[in-house]
């Protein structure tokens, strides 16, 4: 069976509703109509119309503070609103567009420039619709898929652990048996890692309602440094070294710590050698704290800065271990939390890494 797309007029002079009342059932749409502004909330309420058509300019409650109305209204905020006016000062059309509007038609209505708009946003909204719709289930999938997966790797990793430190009885594990089995047990060890940063990553671009809270910069720092960090500063023989006073600033302490396991896991791994990392924060403009990570490498051309903080980008290509998600999820974080990341770098000079965050 096809919809038929329905559309609510709300308007109070009785001679535009009878011709929009007239061509639009004539162009095969089912036609509502509200005669004034809380009667059209209401309706819209109800309805559920697929778009409202919206004078501006009407007694007790005008189009504007209707349209502020809906789009404050869950029931109703998402429904395309197009404003109906004489009124053609900028100002007036910006002030709607700001409420949410998605359109102007400027009255005298022309009947064929109406159907057009018409026609042309309920297939726009549609298609979002559907996209949205998509998204979902391509979420719900992918989620699906990466905690089915963490199961059987995970299994996989423990037994070729277990082989390595007990062999079954009558077993000989020679050297190359060793290392296959190490490899066996690295491979699913990134392998899982590579699943968590996915999830992480499509969580945070999930997320619409963070609740933010002075943060203790130091101890996040510490406890990222000693629970995560420790094989790393072992392996490139690292060094860390914080500043003496944090200043206080908003944020989502888990999300934080991931920003800063991030940024100092890639300080050890490209650093110098052995890598040295200085950390730091000051106030900058906007009422904002700009965390950094200074490193000791060999630094970054402007081209590769240009390729940060995107997924799966990797610049190096050498041995050392990666998958090129943890920029990626650093500056979802980051921007989510109403902050700015970014890299300043001159070859041969190291890497500065910085993020900002809300200064309480």
């Known amino acids: 069976m096809t919809h038929t797309d329905t559309l609510l007029v709300i308007d109070d002079t009785p001679e535009n509703v009878t011709v929009l009342l007239t061509v639009l059932t004539q162009a095969g749409f089912e036609v509502l109509v509200a005669q004034e502004g809380e009667e059209g909330i209401q309706t819209a309420e109800y309805a559920q119309p697929d778009m409202i058509l919206l004078d501006i300019m009407m007694p007790f409650m005008n189009g504007f503070e209707v349209c502020q109305q809906l ?21 007036d059309k910006v002030k709607g567009f700001n409420l949410g509007a998605a359109d102007y038609i400027t009255k005298p209505l022309q009947h064929e420039e109406v159907l057009a708009r018409i026609k042309a946003h309920l297939t726009a909204h549609k298609m979002q619709q559907r996209l949205h719709e998509r998204n979902l289930e391509l979420d719900a999938f992918a989620h699906t898929v990466a905690h089915d997966l963490k199961n059987p790797i995970s299994a996989m990793t423990s037994l070729a652990e277990v082989l390595l430190l007990k062999a079954p009885e009558g077993t000989t594990v020679d050297a190359r048996m060793v290392e296959r089995l190490q490899f066996i047990q690295q491979a699913g060890k990134q392998t899982i890692s590579i699943i968590d940063a996915l999830l992480l990553l499509a969580g945070v671009s999930r997320q619409k309602h963070i609740y933010c809270e002075d943060l203790d910069m130091g101890e996040i720092v510490q406890q990222v440094i000693d629970s995560r960090l420790q094989p790393s500063l072992e392996k490139y023989q690292g060094t860390i070294i914080p500043p003496t ?116």
């Not at 209204?73 to 998402?78: A, F, Q, S, Y």
């Not at 106030?283 to 630094?299: E, L, P, S, T």
């Open 245 to 360: 006073k944090w200043p206080k600033a908003l944020g989502y302490a888990p999300w934080v710590a991931e920003v800063w396991f991030n940024y100092l896991h890639n300080g050890l791994k490209y650093g110098g050698h052995p890598p040295q990392l200085m950390l730091g924060a000051e106030r900058c403009g906007g009422n904002k704290i700009r965390f950094w990570v200074q490193d000791n490498g060999a630094g970054l051309s402007l081209e590769a800065q240009q390729k940060l903080f995107t997924p799966f980008m990797r610049l190096h290509t050498d041995a050392v271990e990666g998958h090129g998600l943890g920029l990626s999820i650093v500056g979802q974080i980051v921007k989510k939390l109403g902050g700015e990341v970014g890299v300043s770098s001159q070859e041969g000079e190291g890497c500065l890494f910085y993020f900002t965050l809300p200064a309480v």
């Open 71 to 91: 789009k404050q209204n869950l029931k109703t905020r998402n429904i395309p609103v197009i404003f109906m006016t004489a009124l053609t000062e900028t100002i």
